[in-house]
């Protein structure tokens, strides 16, 4: 089936650096990728939709500036948390949508990367 | 926005025994779908549901889309250990943007 892959699993960063966490897609092309915030025991929260050669589109309450997302290429999504806090410590997982089953609404997750900021 | 009521919040069951987990919504969805989630990774698809009133199974999962299409079940038959992690319920609705519910968290005693 369709994997979706993320780097880091996990990333540990001192307070005001920036962290780069980045999504592929190994055995299809993804011209749309997804990345979520998933809090200890809550739900997966939309941060963001990444589009391929286009400006990413983010959901209310995200900070374009703090979350930086960039879809250079079909396979690679790529989200940058810039000048990194403690409170941005959390767990990004980024997904796909398989081209030809995007009406169906089927999404493909990474492994996740936990991002811990000291 | 759209808000999917997912319950129980968790569940600590004794390994054998069936587990029901359901999902509402006030909106209509067009797509229910069932991930599984161990922790430290991301959500896995179990079941994708597409017209209201579809009964679907996977292995000893059983996923079914509400007629009223506000709704979605799923049941897990025979629960064993490595059931446990937490399901997911997803709907899609016309705009094609999937909402989350909250989560199940599933034990299962051996």
């Known amino acids: 089936g369709a994997v979706v892959s993320q780097h880091p699993s996990w990333v540990i960063c001192k307070s005001g650096t920036s962290v780069k966490i980045e999504c592929r897609s190994l055995?299809?092309?993804?011209?749309?990728m997804f990345w979520y915030r998933q809090f200890p025991k809550q739900s997966l929260m939309l941060m963001a939709t990444?589009?391929?050669?286009?400006?990413?589109?983010?959901e209310q309450g995200v900070e374009k500036d703090k979350f930086l997302i960039n879809h250079a290429s079909l396979t690679l999504s790529t989200l940058t948390v810039t000048s990194a806090h403690p409170e941005d410590s959390s767990f990004y997982i980024c997904?796909?949508?398989?081209?030809?089953?995007?009406?169906?609404?089927?999404?493909?997750f990474g492994e996740g990367s936990r991002l811990t900021v000291l | 926005g759209q808000q999917l009521n997912q319950s129980p919040q968790s569940m600590f069951i004794q390994e054998g025994e069936d587990v029901s987990m359901n999902c509402t919504s006030s909106?209509?969805?067009?797509?229910w779908l069932w991930y599984k989630q161990d922790p430290g990774e991301g959500p896995v698809l179990l079941i994708a549901?597409?017209?209201?009133?579809e009964l679907t199974s996977n292995g000893r999962l059983t996923a079914q889309f509400g007629i009223t299409r506000k709704d979605s079940f799923l049941n897990i038959s025979a629960s064993i250990p490595s059931d446990v992690g937490i399901y997911f319920c997803?709907?899609?609705?016309?705009?094609?943007?999937?909402?989350f519910g909250g989560g199940t968290r599933l034990m299962v005693k051996p």
């Open positions: 997803a709907g899609r609705n016309a705009g094609n943007m999937l909402t």
């Open positions: 055995d299809f092309q993804a011209t749309t």
């Open positions: 990444s589009n391929e050669g286009s400006k990413a589109t983010y």
């Open positions: 909106s209509i969805f067009n797509t």
């Open positions: 997904s796909a949508r398989v081209p030809g089953l995007a009406s169906t609404g089927e999404l493909f």
């Open positions: 549901l597409y017209k209201a009133g």
